[in-house]
Structures are given as C-alpha cells and as structure tokens.
C-alpha cells in the first residue's frame, strides 16, 4: 500500500493512500485446483472404506466356508443329528451374513447421499453469496478497504466451491468472476451478479445424478465427483452380494431338490430370497437336509448329492470363489485409493504453504520488522533527545 500526508495544516497526520492485495491469480488457481483433488479423493477413500468395513465386518466369506466346512463334516456322518443341526445353523448364519452386509452397506450409503445433500445447500449458498460479491465490486474504487474485504471475500468463496467441484474461475477487470463447474459437459453456475443452484437426485441404485440450471452434467472434480464415484461402486457392491446370494440360493435349492433326506422324501429349499438383503434359511428340519441322492432310501447314508452340493458352493464360479474375489478386489481399491489421497495431500499441503508465502503474514518476519523498527525507534529517541540538550545548551550560553 502507499501513505498519503495530508497538509500541514489540516492536523492529520498521516492516513492511508491505497491498499493493496498481495495476490497471484497463479498461485491461487494452483492451491484451488490441489484442494479440489484431494477432497475428491478424501471423499471417495473414505466412502469406500466405510463400505469395505460393511462388508469385511460382516462375515460372509467367513460364513460361507464355514457352511462349506459344516457340510463337509457332515458327509463324513451323514446320519449324525448333531452334525446335521451344526449344518443348517452353518446356512442360518451364512444367510444373516449376507443380510448384515446388504443393511450395513445400505447404510454406508444413504451417509454419503446426505452428506452430498447437505454440502450442495452449501454450494448453492456460495454461488449466491459470489453473485453478491459481483454485484458489490462493481460500485466499490480501487484500493480501498472495502473492495480489499470483497476480493478476499471472494477468494475464500472461491476455495470452498473447489473442494465440492472442480471450477473454472474467470476473474474481469473489475474483480468480479464468473464461475463454471468443470463436467461433462462443464456447466455455469455464477455469471456476473446472478447465481444457478445446483440440483441433485438420488437413483433406485443408491447413485448421484447433478443438474444446475435444469442442464444435467456429471462433476469432473471435488468432493462430489469422489462421492459419486463411490456411490457407483457401491451400487456395483451391492449388485455383486446380490449375484452371490443369488447363486447360493440356486446352488443348495438345486441340490436340495436332487436328493432325499433322512426319512427318504425329496429335499425341500434350504433358502429363500431375490437377493443379499432378503435371504434366509427356510428348511424346517435337519433331517431335511438331502445328502442323499433322489431315489435312496431312508436312512442311507450314501452322500452322494451332499458330495456334489459341496463341489458346486467351492467351484472356481461358486459363492465362495466369488465372495473372495470380490473383497480381494474391494481391498485393493481402496489401498490405491488411499495411496492417491495421501499424494494428493502432499501436493495440496506444498501448494497451501506457496499460497501462505504469496499472501499470508510470516509471523517471523513481522517479528524481526518489528524489532527492527523498535530500533529504530529507540536511536531516533536518542537523536532527538541529544538535539534537545544540545538546544537548552545553547540557551543557557546566552
């Protein structure tokens, strides 16, 4: 900034000429758009952390080689009543299993859909708050206090849209900006002093849909667009729980039908349900449980369709093969993910500490001006005071 001096006469001493900005339009496009992809990639590790814990915690591949196990056991001693309860609670508990795991990953999404819900009002109240802005820079002069507060104003504004979205900001002449969403396609949300409002919507699938304006596009960056992406891998979650409830079912009715249980009538469902949420246990009784091939009498112990219903739930395609191959896959996403994050943070970090050189305060530097001018101060304190003396000196010669 500059100092003005007023006249000698009008005992005002000094006053401030014009303020201004320490700015570089670089610098901070370098720390919005550093911001912007690491909550992207904060947004998404941490919803597909949450959603590998729901299903990690939940046990089903540990259910399912337990129930594998028990059946197992049971071929051994086929007529064992103990053997053959251990068995049907083993499918009790794989069918629980698979009903936790649907309910906890329902849950992990519906927490990032309302955090998405909640941090678009604060999108739409950003954008109206820079239309604002533009409006208030048009009549406000150059260097002076006020407009400094609106620039600064308007930079804040400008980070906290990154972190939600990508943006492209258009700074004018005048110091107003005009802001797009970067997308596909990339949309306006703030031209001039008039602001759009961004919309979203929430499919059958659990997935985000974004509109502004009534124009729909998909977020290219910020929190958002990690948010969607992890909404699309749950919805891809839950769609593979579903296909391996699915193929347990199908596999342990098939063979319940092929088979004959202990008082040698045919074998009734072992299991009921169109998918992970709704699955259960539905067979009334142990005995129930067809080891045998159709056909057999009561009482044999020929284990022949307990040997097969075995080898299809361990199959390279069976339920088992399946559930592993799907947490083996969620976990390495969300190891990469985190890699990603933790890069990202690091070039967001260096970015924020070059925006803090460029227009921060460096408190050790304001410490050591300050003891320079308390120096200063003091010799010229001295200076004065020897002049002083010097005059009454002379005085007092007369």
Same mark, same amino acid.
């Given at each position: 900034?500059?100092?003005?001096? *007023?006249?000698? &006469? ?44 729901? /299903?990690? *915690? ?15 056991? +049971? ?28 309910? %906890? ?13 909640? =941090? ?13 802005? *533009? ?27 990154? =972190? ?13 900006? &005009? ?45 958002? #667009? ?9 919805? &891809? ?5 579903? %296909?391996?409830?699915? @193929? ?25 349900? %169109? ?9 009334? @009784? ?11 009498? #009561? ?10 219903? /075995? ?8 339920? @088992? ?9 969620? @976990? ?11 890069? +990202? ?7 924020? #500490?070059?925006?803090?050189? =460029?227009?921060?305060?460096?408190? &050790? ?21 020897? #002049? ?11």
């Amino acid at each position: 900034g500059s100092i003005g001096i *007023n006249a000698a &006469d009008s005992l005002g001493g000094v006053r401030p000429g014009v303020i201004e900005r320490a700015e570089s339009a670089l610098v901070q496009r370098q720390a919005r758009d550093a911001s912007s992809a690491l909550a992207a990639a904060e947004a998404e590790f941490s919803a597909m952390r949450d959603a590998e814990s729901a /299903i990690e *915690n939940s046990g089903v591949f540990t259910g399912l080689v337990d129930f594998e196990a028990a059946l197992t056991r +049971l071929e051994a001693n086929p007529l064992e009543p103990a053997l053959r309860v251990s068995a049907l609670e083993s499918a009790r508990q794989v069918a629980s299993n698979f009903a936790v795991a649907s309910a %906890t990953l329902v849950n992990a999404r519906s927490l990032v859909q309302g955090e998405a819900s909640a =941090e678009v009002l604060t999108v739409n109240e950003l954008a109206t708050e820079l239309a604002e802005i *533009n409006r208030d820079l048009v009549g406000t002069r150059e260097g002076t206090a006020g407009r400094a507060a609106l620039l600064d104003a308007r930079d804040k504004a400008l980070r906290g849209l990154a =972190e939600q979205f990508a943006i492209t900001p258009t700074i004018n002449a005048n110091g107003t900006v &005009d802001v797009t969403l970067n997308g596909a396609p990339p949309v306006a949300l703030v031209t001039g002093g008039v602001a759009d409002s961004v919309a979203i919507s929430i499919a059958a699938d659990g997935t985000l849909a974004f509109a502004v304006g009534g124009i729909s596009f998909a977020p290219g960056g910020g929190a958002m #667009a990690g948010r969607a992406a992890a909404l699309s891998q749950m919805a &891809d979650l839950q769609n593979g729980l579903d %296909t391996l409830a699915v @193929s347990l079912i199908t596999i342990a009715n098939s063979a319940q039908a092929n088979g004959v249980g202990t008082d040698g009538t045919p074998g009734q469902p072992l299991f009921a349900g %169109t998918g992970a949420a709704d699955l259960v246990m539905v067979l009334g @009784s142990a005995d129930r449980l067809a080891t045998a091939p159709a056909g057999s009498p #009561a009482g044999s112990r020929d284990t022949g369709n307990l040997a097969a219903l /075995i080898g299809a739930l361990g199959a390279a395609t069976g339920p @088992s093969a399946g559930a592993d191959a799907l947490l083996l896959n969620l @976990s390495s996403r969300v190891a990469a993910l985190e890699t990603r994050r933790d890069g +990202l943070g690091v070039v967001a970090a260096s970015a924020e #500490a070059e925006l803090l050189r =460029e227009t921060g305060v460096d408190l &050790d530097d304001e410490a050591a001006n300050l003891v320079r001018l308390q120096q200063a101060f003091e010799a010229n304190s001295r200076v004065i005071q020897v #002049a002083a003396d010097l005059f009454d000196t002379i005085l007092a010669l007369r």
